[in-house]
């Protein structure tokens, strides 16, 4: 059995380099993390300094890293990052080796201050994950929705880049604009966001004010709001992390718009990248709007929640 402790900043070299073995050997059905030592952080608890704080490891006797668990830790929610653990995949033992070390992880991590007054938990992997799966059931976690991880790159971005970003008018006040500062204007995204993503991660206000650095586009009718998009950028690709639509505008063509002005931007401030990537929820209409954009998908992954007895 490995010995479990809290994470030290030190162990960042040890952690990365784990988490890019794991990632390299498909076997262990560990979902895309990123390329880069900085995306490989990022992923492990959302943002330094703070990922060591906020996460447990198991060492071997040598002192060797085996294993890793982080927390991101929103007001309502919180996410876990892994279990991952090191283990020989053909081991006679290797099943009950991560499942010991992966339980005993969860032990460690929910004593952890952050995670303790939290009590709606979520955690994340590829639906071909089955020690994942398990390790959810015995910690009363629940299936919930598959999502898809929608890639764009080669020709798909270069049309994408390429394309007319405006949003279709029905009057001649409609625009695209990156968010303003108007009071208002954040108040209508942050609602919409939370009542089309209730208890997401960011939340509607921290989404507008920024916290987790999102890049914000709106369509604009006048001063109404009628959609939204958020992103944001890494090393090696952009993400369009949530899209929002007014529900009697949606078909008309305003999502499409949104991702492309946003895919911009980001390009605009953060300079481009080789690929754009989003997760769309299985049965999500803005699937269609993804696929019509030249998206495709990479892989699918499940998310497990356990909430707060009603």
């Known amino acids: 059995m490995y010995d479990i402790r809290c994470a030290e900043q ?7 380099a784990l988490l890019a073995r794991l990632q390299a050997d498909p076997a262990h059905h560990i979902g895309y993390l990123g390329e880069t030592p900085s995306e490989l952080t990022a992923d492990l608890a959302g943002f330094e300094p703070s990922w060591a704080a906020s996460s447990v490891v198991a060492v071997d006797e040598t002192g060797r890293l085996c294993g890793v668990l982080g927390v991101d830790v929103a007001p309502r929610r919180a996410r876990l990052h892994g279990p991952f653990v090191d ?9 009950r080796i991560w499942d010991q070390t992966a339980d005993a992880l969860h032990a460690a991590a929910v004593g952890l201050p952050r995670l303790r ?78 009542r089309c993503f209730p208890g997401a991660h960011p939340s509607g206000r921290q989404l507008v004010e920024r916290a987790r650095g999102h890049t914000v586009v709106v369509a604009m009718d006048g001063d109404d709001v009628l959609g939204y998009a958020a992103g944001t950028a890494r090393p090696q690709e952009h993400h369009v992390d949530f899209v929002a639509v007014e529900p009697a505008l949606r078909g008309r063509g305003v999502g499409a718009a949104l991702i492309t002005e946003l895919v911009w931007e980001l390009a605009a401030a953060r300079g481009a990248r080789p690929r754009v ?34």
């Open 10 to 16: 030190a162990d960042l070299g040890a952690v990365i």
């Open 87 to 95: 283990v020989p995949l053909n081991h006679p033992a290797g099943s």
């Open 117 to 194: 007054v939290v009590a709606d938990r979520e955690l994340c992997g590829r639906t071909e994950h089955r020690r994942l799966a398990a390790f959810a059931r015995r910690h009363g976690f629940a299936a919930d929705r598959a999502s898809g991880v929608l890639v764009a790159d080669g020709d798909a971005l270069r049309s994408l880049l390429l394309r007319e970003a405006g949003c279709p008018r029905t009057g001649p006040a409609r625009q695209m604009r990156s968010l303003p500062t108007d009071p208002a204007v954040h108040e209508a995204v942050a609602v919409l966001h939370e």
């Open 277 to 310: 990537v989003a997760a769309v929820l299985a049965g999500n209409d803005s699937r269609r709007t993804f696929d019509r954009l030249g998206f495709e998908l990479r892989e699918e992954l499940v998310a497990y929640r356990t909430r707060p007895a009603a």
